[in-house]
């Protein structure tokens, strides 16, 4: 059964730097050595997420890139924008407003802090559960 696991931003820490979360996320991920999508909104919020990725804490190294190149099967975390066509991987980290696509055992929904923010999670949360998935909330 796919399982979807929604992770609500609470924390300070995480408030101030949302995408901290995602990195701490990745971080796992790579650890467990479960190959990863990462669903962006924007080319600039890959940016930014790859850009992060690299600076987020200096014992950590998350191999990772934007999708769309011939790399792509080698690197365990992919960053895909809107529009870049990727195989499915096991694990999602959705960062979008509509619910992750394709076939995964997995996905992890970022949900902002900011109450208005959060409607689209309650959306996707709905949508998961008529889907059949398993789902666990996060405080973080």
């Not at 995480?14 to 796992?28: G, K």
């Not at 190149?69 to 096991?90: F, H, K, S």
Request: aromatic share 8%; glycine share 4%.
């Amino acid at each position: 059964m796919p399982r979807a696991d929604f992770y609500l931003i609470d924390k300070p820490r995480f408030r101030d730097e949302p995408m901290l979360l995602v990195c701490e996320l990745a971080r796992r991920a790579v650890a467990r050595q479960q190959p990863t999508l990462i669903l962006v909104g924007s080319q600039d919020e890959a940016e930014a997420l790859d850009a992060r990725l690299w600076d987020f804490d200096a014992d950590a190294f998350v191999p990772h890139q934007i999708a769309g190149d011939e790399d792509d099967a080698l690197t365990p975390v992919l960053i895909v924008p809107p529009g870049v066509a990727t195989p499915d991987r096991p694990l999602v980290i959705n960062l979008r407003e509509d619910c992750a696509p394709g076939l995964f055992e997995r996905v992890l929904e970022v949900v902002p802090a900011d109450a208005a923010a959060r409607d689209g999670s309650r959306t996707r949360w709905k949508t998961y559960k008529a889907a059949g998935f398993e789902l666990a909330k996060h405080d973080m």
